[in-house]
C-alpha cells in the first residue's frame, strides 16, 4: 500500500467510523443525526495532521464493503478505527480485512466529559463509543492484528496529541509497505551486522533494487556539468554554504545521477557503499557519494552508508516520524561526562543542523578521481532519538533510545556530530545496553522523544521494540 510520502507530503489516514441502527426506533429525538455528525468531526480532527479519507458513516455490511473499496483506492498508510458507539465489529473489520498489510488505530472518543447524575439507558447507549471499541478490538487480536488504541477526553489537548504521535507512527510504517529501497553497491565484505536479504525485507513489506555499474555508470555519464553545477546552485538556494572542493562539480553530477535513479526505482530510501567499485574506486566515478545522500536525506528519501540496508530502513522509518533522521554512528561514552559522542562521515541530514550546513572537501576518503564534496554541521541540541532496526533470529527488532544532544565540539571531524546524553542512566551501563539490543552499528537519530511513536511502529511493521 505504498503512498511514496516524503517530506513536505503528509501521511494518508482512512477514517471508518460504524454506527448501529438496532437502537434508533428507541432513543431520543437527534439521535441519529447526532451520532451521524460524529463522522465528520472525527476527520476534521485527524485533518489538523493528516490527508484524511472519509468515506461516510458506516451502517450496514453494504456500506462497509463500500468503504473498503472507496479506502482501498486511496491506498491510506494507516487506518483510524473509532465507533461513534456501540457497532457490529464486523463493519470496521470488512475494512481491515480488504486493506491487509494496513497499520490500524482504535481511536475511542469519548463524547462527554462527565455522565449525568440520572443517566438513563438511551444516554448511556449514545455514550458507548467505549463498548464499539472494544467489540472491534477483540476481532482485531482473534485475527492477529496489532491495534494500538487511544482513548481521548473531549477537549483535551493531551489527549489529541497522544492520538495524533500513534497514528502518525503508524501511517509512518505503513507508507513504508510495499516500498523499494534502492542499493548502489554491496556491504563492506566482513560487515555481517548490516545485511539483510530479500527475505528479510519481505518479512516488513519492503524490497531492494539493485543498481549495478552499468546503470550507475550511464547514470553519472549522462549526468553534465551544467546538471553538477545545477545540484550546487540548489545547495546554495538552500542556504548551505562552505566551499565545496575542486570536485564540486563532479559530486553535484553524482548527486543527480542518484536523484533520477531514486526516482525511476520509485525507492523512498537505501543505501550506497562509497568503498567499493561503484564509487571511490571506480574509474568512471571516482568519489564518496556524500553530496548525493544529504541531498536525498534532505529530499524525505534518506539513504544510509556502506551498504547498511537495514540502517536506510531504519532512517526511511524515522524521517517519516519526525521529519529528520541522521545517519551516524554511536562513537564513544565518555565516561567523566556520562555523554555519547554520536557522529556521521561526510552525509547527514540538514534537518538536524543547528545553524548552516557547511560543504566541505571530502578529505577522509579520496578516490579515483580525488576528493569529493561532503556536509558537515552542528547538530541541533534539545530532545531526540537513536533508533535502529535489524533482522535477527526471532525476526526484526527495533532498538530505540531516547535521550537529549546537549552540545557539538567536534568541527574538525569533518562531519555533523554531537554528545547525546540518555535518558535511561548512565552512559557506560545505556551503552552496554545498546550493544546488547541488537543494534546495527549504523543508526538513526530522529528530532525528538519518539517514546509513544517507535513501539507503535515497531509492532506495526511486526518488529519486536527493545527501548535502551
Known amino acids: 500500500m505504498h503512498s511514496n510520502a516524503t517530506a ?47 468515506p461516510g458513516v458506516i451502517e450496514s455490511d453494504e456500506e462497509a464493503a463500500s468503504a473498503a473499496a472507496r479506502l482501498a483506492d486511496a491506498r491510506p498508510d494507516a487506518l483510524v478505527l473509532a465507533p461513534a458507539m456501540a457497532a457490529p465489529p464486523s463493519f470496521g473489520w470488512a475494512v481491515c480485512d480488504a486493506l491487509p498489510g494496513v497499520p490500524a488505530v482504535i481511536w475511542n472518543a469519548l463524547p462527554v466529559d462527565r455522565m449525568a447524575p440520572d443517566l438513563t439507558q438511551a444516554q448511556a447507549t449514545e455514550n458507548s463509543t467505549t463498548v464499539g471499541c472494544v467489540m472491534l478490538g477483540n476481532v482485531l487480536v482473534r485475527h492477529g492484528v496489532a491495534a494500538p488504541t487511544v482513548t481521548t477526553a473531549p477537549g483535551s489537548a493531551q489527549d489529541l496529541e497522544r492520538l495524533r504521535r500513534v497514528v502518525l507512527a503508524a ?75 575542486p570536485q564540486g562539480v563532479r559530486s553535484g553530477r553524482l548527486a543527480h545521477a542518484v536523484r533520477l535513479l531514486m526516482r525511476a526505482h520509485d525507492a523512498v530510501g537505501g543505501t550506497v557503499n562509497c568503498h567499493g567499485p561503484l564509487l571511490r574506486f571506480s574509474q568512471e566515478v571516482g568519489i564518496t557519494a556524500c553530496l548525493a545522500v544529504a541531498r ?93 532496526a535489524s533482522p535477527t533470529a526471532g525476526g526484526w527488532t527495533l532498538a530505540w533510545a531516547t535521550g537529549e544532544v546537549v552540545e557539538t565540539r ?59
Request: proline content about 7%; aromatic content about 6%; some cysteine.
Open 8 to 54: 513536505g507530503a503528509r501521511l494518508r489516514v482512512g477514517l471508518v467510523v460504524p454506527r448501529f441502527t438496532l437502537f434508533d426506533p428507541h432513543m431520543a429525538p437527534g439521535f441519529v443525526e447526532r451520532m451521524r455528525a460524529a463522522g465528520p468531526r472525527y476527520a476534521q480532527t485527524l485533518e489538523r495532521w493528516f490527508d484524511v479519507c472519509f
Open 171 to 245: 501511517a509512518a510504517a505503513g507508507a513504508l509497505g510495499g516500498a523499494s529501497l534502492l542499493r548502489i553497491g554491496a556491504p563492506i565484505a566482513g560487515y555481517l551486522d548490516v545485511e539483510a536479504t530479500a527475505h528479510d525485507l519481505s518479512a516488513v513489506g519492503m524490497r531492494e533494487v539493485e543498481v549495478g555499474p552499468g546503470e550507475l555508470g550511464e547514470a553519472f555519464a549522462a549526468a553534465t556539468e551544467a546538471d553538477g553545477r545545477a545540484v550546487l546552485d540548489e545547495c546554495r538556494a538552500d542556504g548551505w554554504g562552505g566551499d565545496p572542493g
Open 296 to 388: 536525498e536525506t534532505a529530499a524525505g528519501r534518506p539513504l544510509s552508508c556502506t551498504g547498511d540496508q537495514p540502517a536506510g530502513l531504519t532512517l526511511a522509518l524515522a524521517r517519516r516520524m519526525a521529519a529528520g533522521a541522521l545517519y551516524h554512528e554511536c562513537y564513544a561514552p565518555e565516561p567523566a561526562t556520562g555523554l555519547m559522542l554520536l557522529a556521521a562521515g561526510g552525509e547527514g541530514d540538514p534537518a538536524l543542523a543547528d545553524g548552516p550546513v557547511r560543504l566541505e572537501e571530502n578529505d577522509h576518503y579520496p578516490g579515483e578521481a580525488g576528493r569529493g564534496t561532503s556536509v558537515a554541521f552542528d547538530l541541533r541540541r534539545g530532545p531526540a532519538t537513536i533508533l535502529s
Open 410 to 468: 567536534y568541527r574538525d571531524m569533518r562531519g555533523p556530530n554531537g554528545m547525546f546524553r540518555f535518558d535511561s542512566g548512565d552512559v557506560l551501563t545505556a551503552t552496554s545496553a545498546w550493544i546488547a539490543s541488537g543494534a546495527t552499528h549504523h543508526n538513526a537519530l530522529a528530532p525528538g522523544r519518539l517514546d509513544v511513536e517507535a513501539p507503535v511502529a515497531a509492532a506495526a511493521l511486526g518488529m519486536r521494540s527493545v527501548r535502551v
